[in-house]
């Protein structure tokens, strides 16, 4: 086992410089920039604001006459302005060498600072990461709670009137976004049109600091619960197909069908024999499916509830070419979802001995 651990963190480095590579490019290859945002936000703001802009990038003294200023802004942007631009957000170099110092510097986990936020790339994450933790967290708990016995019981009821009608229900989390639910619930619950039971801003309260800790912790669900619920109904459909149908094949196995003429009980052979072998695809993916709950699927969420995390981080800086953000969280996540991946794998071992990665390797 330990050998295929080595390969697998030794494979995750050509990955995660190919991930790289690949996004790298696709950005070189896209329009605008950085520069060309800062020019463009000059040349909507006039003549002006664009002569005072150019005179303290490039460096030039405060007691330069109005009207020189104004005559370079009025025949358009200065070159040198231009040049003190691509300067500071590091395109007076050429793209590989851009490519290496910033794969350099990653390597130390050094993922420099924002464009416009004047803040780390590391402070924005770890300022943003309560909220996504906590949709991620609980939205797979949640989901898990919920999928894995539905499942068991829709499985263990196949053709009945229970299997049908909940089926029906898992066709609506099948077909309605989350996003949808979101706004449904605000709508139903959070002052749209009916009740104003929840808060619609923010993770907690303005005065959280100054609850009792009991106060903090159902302030806290107060304002967790209508996002986490429309994260779940959009999301545990289907966990709950792949439950039952992992419990649907063990059913119909021969050591099923032992068990029961040995005169083992219904709930013996279910929890005894045929739960571990089902739940081996489920309960593995656990580690995958909170990573892609955590950084892939809350954007719309956020915005929803205006929640200040990830997904808003990443579609904010992707917007403003916010390039240390962009791949700096890139680097981050990608590195994180390959050791889950690994973690993943582990997992099946843990809950079946029997299977051996080496063995099926060699």
Same mark, same amino acid.
């Given at each position: 086992?330990?050998?295929?651990?080595?390969?697998?963190?030794?494979?995750?480095?050509?990955?995660?410089?190919?991930?790289?590579?690949? $996004?790298?490019?696709i950005?070189?290859?896209?329009?605008?920039?950085?520069?060309e945002?800062?020019? +463009?936000?000059?040349?909507?703001? =006039?003549?002006?604001?664009?002569?005072?802009?150019?005179?303290?990038?490039?460096?030039?003294?405060?007691s330069?006459?109005?009207?020189?200023?104004?005559?370079?802004?009025?025949?358009?942007?200065?070159?040198?302005l231009?040049?003190?631009?691509?300067?500071?957000? @590091?395109?007076?170099?050429?793209?590989?060498?851009?490519?290496?110092?910033?794969?350099? $510097?990653?390597?130390?986990?050094?993922?420099?600072?924002?464009?416009y936020?004047?803040?780390?790339?590391?402070?924005?994450?770890?300022?943003?990461?309560?909220?996504?933790?906590?949709?991620?967290?609980?939205?797979?708990?949640?989901?898990?709670?919920?999928?894995?016995?539905?499942?068991?019981?829709?499985?263990?009821?196949?053709?009945?009137?229970? /299997?049908?009608?909940?089926?029906?229900?898992?066709?609506?989390?099948?077909?309605?976004?989350?996003?949808? &639910?979101?706004?449904?619930?605000?709508?139903?619950?959070?002052?749209?049109?009916?009740?104003?039971?929840?808060?619609?801003?923010?993770?907690?309260?303005? $005065?959280?600091?100054?609850?009792?800790?009991?106060?903090?912790?159902? /302030?806290?669900?107060?304002h967790?619960?209508?996002?986490?619920?429309?994260?779940?109904?959009?999301g &545990?459909?289907?966990?709950?197909?792949?439950?039952? $149908? +992992?419990?649907?094949?063990?059913?119909?196995?021969?050591?099923?069908?032992?068990?029961?003429?040995? =005169?083992?009980?219904?709930?013996?052979?279910?929890?005894?024999?045929?739960?571990?072998?089902?739940?081996?695809l489920?309960?593995?993916?656990?580690?995958?499916?909170?990573? =892609?709950?955590?950084?892939? =699927?809350?954007?719309?969420?956020?915005?929803?509830?205006?929640? /200040?995390?990830?997904?808003?981080?990443?579609?904010?800086a992707?917007?403003n070419?916010?390039?240390?953000?962009?791949?700096?969280?890139?680097?981050? &996540?990608?590195?994180?979802?390959?050791?889950?991946?690994?973690?993943? /794998?582990?997992?099946?071992?843990?809950?079946?001995?029997?299977?051996?990665?080496e063995?099926?390797? @060699?």
């Open positions: 086992m330990r050998a295929y651990i080595l390969r697998r963190l030794l494979l995750m480095i050509p990955t995660l410089f190919g991930i790289m590579v690949l $996004n790298f490019l950005v070189q290859a896209a329009p605008g920039g950085p520069v945002r800062v020019l +463009a936000q000059l040349r909507g703001h =006039g003549i002006e604001a664009t002569a005072r802009f150019a005179g303290s990038a490039a460096g030039e003294a405060a330069a006459p109005a009207a020189t200023e104004a005559s370079r802004g009025a025949r358009g942007i200065d070159p040198a231009v040049r003190e631009l691509e300067r500071m957000y @590091g395109f007076d170099k050429p793209p590989l060498e851009r490519f290496l110092d910033m794969m350099g $510097n990653y390597l130390t986990f050094d993922f420099g600072t924002s464009f936020q004047d803040r780390t790339v590391v402070e924005l994450v770890l300022d943003k990461m309560p909220v996504s933790i906590s949709l991620g967290l609980w939205t797979t708990l949640l989901v898990y709670l919920v999928s894995i016995p539905l499942g068991i019981a829709k499985a263990v009821r196949d053709g009945s009137r229970f /299997d049908l009608w909940t089926s029906s229900v898992i066709i609506v989390g099948y077909a309605v976004p989350s996003f949808l &639910f979101a706004v449904l619930l605000v709508v139903l619950f959070a002052g749209g049109s009916f009740l104003d039971w929840f808060p619609l801003r923010g993770l907690v309260s303005e $005065n959280w600091h100054e609850l009792s800790w009991p106060a903090r912790i159902a /302030d806290y669900f107060w967790i619960t209508l996002p986490v619920l429309s994260m779940v109904i959009g &545990f459909a289907g966990l709950t197909m792949l439950t039952k $149908n +992992a419990f649907l094949e063990e059913i119909h196995k021969h050591y099923v069908l032992t068990a029961r003429a040995k =005169g083992l009980t219904e709930r013996r052979v279910l929890y005894g024999h045929v739960f571990r072998n089902a739940m081996l489920v309960v593995a993916g656990f580690p995958s499916a909170f990573v =892609g709950i955590l950084f892939t =699927g809350s954007l719309l969420i956020e915005v929803i509830f205006s929640l /200040d995390g990830l997904g808003l981080l990443g579609f904010e992707a917007i070419r916010d390039y240390p953000v962009m791949f700096g969280t890139l680097y981050f &996540f990608t590195l994180l979802g390959l050791v889950m991946n690994l973690v993943g /794998d582990l997992m099946y071992v843990l809950i079946d001995p029997r299977i051996d990665f063995r099926r390797e @060699g």
